[in-house]
């Protein structure tokens, strides 16, 4: 059964500041997916790690892939407030066969910024 | 482009009744998810469709929950009877079908059970 696992699952930072959460995920998948969920609303997708080493930004926010260690890491830089939301990673179930992709999520990490 | 559709927002029930969610997913994506999210929690997979056909519903309680996609554009979900521990926000996803695309998500129906 494939398992994703994020921490923290909490944090409370202040403005500008650096931080990083961590995904880890229990069986070999070449694919993750990183989601923004602001309260009340649905996924947004921000980022799609399709190969080991894959690294991609977006403003301040980057996210890596090393598949070797079942390990994504999503670096917030120099935080604001706007960036307030809970953040979910998630693992595909293609390695399950028959063409079934739905993803496994982590629990979320709920990021809040205080100005 | 529009987005992925669902209906109701909102639905309170009370426990052993019965309820059904719509999804109308983007134009042309041949893939469909039903996922559940229960608050605090990450969603979980019920059910994936290709077109019309089931690809995985090995996460779905059949003895209550049910899914179906005809015409395999459309599709509803239906609980029937609901229990109390099925209150959560139900999201609708699709995706163009191949693989290594992402899945869009749609703003989901949130259903309180009493």
């Given amino acids: ?115 | 482009e529009a987005g992925v559709a669902q209906s109701p927002r909102y639905k309170i029930i009370e426990k052993r009744q019965s309820v059904a969610f719509w999804c109308n997913p983007i134009s042309g994506h041949a893939t469909l998810y039903w996922y559940q999210q229960i608050l605090g929690q990450g969603p979980k997979l019920l059910i994936q469709f290709q077109n019309n056909g089931v690809v995985d519903d090995s996460q779905l309680p059949k003895d209550r929950f049910s899914a179906e996609r005809l015409k395999g554009v459309d599709s509803t979900l239906k609980i029937q009877p609901a229990k109390l521990e099925d209150s959560a926000v139900y999201l609708c996803a699709s995706s163009w079908g191949l693989l290594n695309t992402e899945a869009f998500f749609g703003q989901g129906t949130r259903l309180t059970v009493v």
């Fill in chain 1, 1 to 115: 059964e494939l398992k994703v696992e994020q921490n923290p699952l909490f944090l409370s930072m202040q403005e500008g500041k650096n931080y990083t959460i961590y995904c880890n995920y229990s069986t070999t998948s070449d694919r993750l997916y990183w989601y923004r969920q602001d309260p009340g609303k649905s996924l947004e997708s921000l980022f799609v790690l399709l190969s080991n080493g894959a690294v991609k930004q977006e403003g301040r926010l980057m996210a890596s892939l090393d598949t070797k260690a079942r390990l994504s890491t999503l670096h917030i830089t120099a935080a604001v407030h706007d960036l307030s939301a809970t953040y979910f990673c998630a693992v595909d179930m293609t390695y399950s066969g028959g063409g079934a992709d739905g993803l496994t999520f982590g629990k979320g990490t709920h990021l809040i910024i205080q100005p």
